[in-house]
């Protein structure tokens, strides 16, 4: 079994502040971790995955992530916010053994404020 | 990156007809497809999982017979909304992964989405 928890619904940032989306994850074996973006009325947009290796992964747009075992948390990080950065973000799970369907969160809304 | 092409991202249509709503993998030969439905502020719900050749295998709750999906090739997917009503109306996103090499897993590649509107 596997599921992801966004706990937040949004998360508001002032442009030039570091930002902070929370994903936290449950999974049977070892997790396979990723992010998208989600602009109005588009399609996702991948951003950056954690399969194995180095626990900080760094994407797209100046995005990384840190995986943390102990937490079971996959948080999306950048240090400093662009308004252009303003969309609706998407952590996904899946592990190995699995289906290798991802199971998603319910997104999370980033505003940036100018 | 891979492409995923969907057609079309806008339709309106009346009560009672149909839509079909196609989904393109561009430079990659996706062996599953994946489509989804999303509805305001919400997240993806995985509606059904397509593999070239064979049968569609629908979610829970989701009505095979209304929701008709086609993988007739490594590179179509099609999804026909048949006898729509305006509960059909939502933004539904195809994705497509190909065999492992091109991405990881589960890794996808998504359309840009089809906004369906029932009168």
């Known amino acids: 079994a596997q599921s992801v928890a966004q706990p937040e619904d949004q998360v508001n940032v002032a442009e030039g502040n570091p930002l902070t989306v929370k994903c936290t994850y449950s999974v049977s074996g070892n997790p396979y971790l990723f992010w998208y973006v989600q602009y109005p009325n588009r399609g996702l947009q991948f951003l950056l995955k954690y399969i194995t290796g180095d626990n900080l992964v760094k994407g797209s747009y100046g995005f990384e992530a840190e995986f943390n075992k102990s937490q079971t948390s996959f948080h999306l990080k950048k240090p400093s916010a662009l308004v252009s950065d303003s969309a609706l973000y998407f952590c996904?799970?899946?592990?190995?053994?699995?289906?290798?369907?991802?199971?998603f969160g319910r997104g999370t809304s980033l505003i940036v404020h100018p | 990156g891979a492409v995923v092409s969907q057609h079309p991202s806008r339709v309106i249509c009346k009560s009672g007809t149909s839509v079909k709503i196609e989904c393109r993998s561009l430079?990659?030969?996706?062996?599953?497809m994946f489509w989804y439905r999303q509805f305001p502020k919400q997240s993806l719900m995985l509606m059904a999982t397509s593999n070239e050749g064979s049968k569609a295998t629908y979610e829970q709750g989701v009505e095979k017979d209304k929701f008709l999906i086609n993988h007739a090739s490594l590179t179509l997917s099609t999804l026909t909304v048949t006898s729509a009503h305006p509960e059909d109306s939502s933004f539904y996103i195809c994705?497509?992964?190909?065999?492992?090499?091109?991405?990881?897993?589960?890794?996808?590649?998504f359309g840009e989405g089809s906004r369906l509107t029932v009168l």
């Open positions: 996904a799970v899946t592990w190995a053994g699995g289906s290798y369907i991802p199971t």
């Open positions: 994705s497509a992964n190909s065999a492992p090499g091109l991405a990881g897993p589960g890794e996808l590649f």
């Open positions: 430079d990659f030969q996706a062996t599953t």
